[in-house]
C-alpha cells in the first residue's frame, strides 16, 4: 500500500476547488439552460474525454457520482503541462443550440473566438471542418471566465 504525505492530500484538495471553480464559472458565462460540457485533454498516454449535463447558472455538485466529478477531474490534468479544450452546447429555449469553447491551461480558460470554437465542435461532434453545420445551431466567441 502507497503511503501518501497529507501534502499531497492538500495538493489534491486544492486543485479540485479550483476545477470546481472553472466549471462553475463556465455554467456561470452559459447562463440560464441546459448546457452540454465536454472536456478533451490529450497526454503521452492518450486522449482523455469527459462529458456532464448541468443546468446552469449553478452546476448540482451533491452527487459525488455525477459525470460532473469526470469533468473536474479531467480538468485538473491541465495542471501537468498539457492542454485541454472544454466546450459548451448550450441548448436554446427555441430549440436551437449555442457552441463555444476555450483552452484549459493549468487550470485557466483561455476563450476561443467562434473560428476556434468551429474546430472544436468538429472535434467534439467528429465531423469534418468542411461539413455544414447542423441547423439551429450557432458557434459563438466564448467570453473571458471571471
Known amino acids: 500500500m502507497t503511503d501518501f504525505l497529507a501534502s499531497d492530500f492538500s495538493t489534491a484538495r486544492v486543485l479540485a476547488r479550483r476545477s470546481m471553480t472553472l466549471v462553475r464559472s463556465v455554467a456561470r458565462a452559459a447562463g440560464e439552460g441546459l448546457h452540454h460540457l465536454t472536456v478533451i485533454l490529450e497526454t503521452d498516454e492518450g486522449v482523455g474525454e469527459a462529458q456532464c449535463l448541468i443546468t446552469g447558472p449553478f452546476p448540482d455538485e451533491d452527487d459525488p457520482n455525477d459525470p460532473l466529478v469526470s469533468v473536474a477531474f479531467l480538468l485538473t490534468g491541465t495542471t501537468m503541462g498539457t492542454n485541454a479544450m472544454l466546450a ?3 441548448m436554446e429555449p427555441d430549440g436551437g443550440v449555442r457552441f ?3 483552452m484549459i491551461s493549468d487550470l485557466a480558460a483561455h476563450p476561443a473566438t467562434a ?10 461532434a467528429d465531423r469534418d471542418l468542411w461539413d ?4 439551429g445551431l450557432t458557434i459563438v466567441d466564448a467570453p473571458a471566465l471571471v
Open 88 to 90: 459548451a452546447r448550450t
Open 100 to 102: 463555444m469553447s476555450w
Open 115 to 124: 473560428e476556434q470554437s468551429h474546430v472544436a465542435y468538429c472535434i467534439t
Open 132 to 135: 455544414p453545420l447542423p441547423a
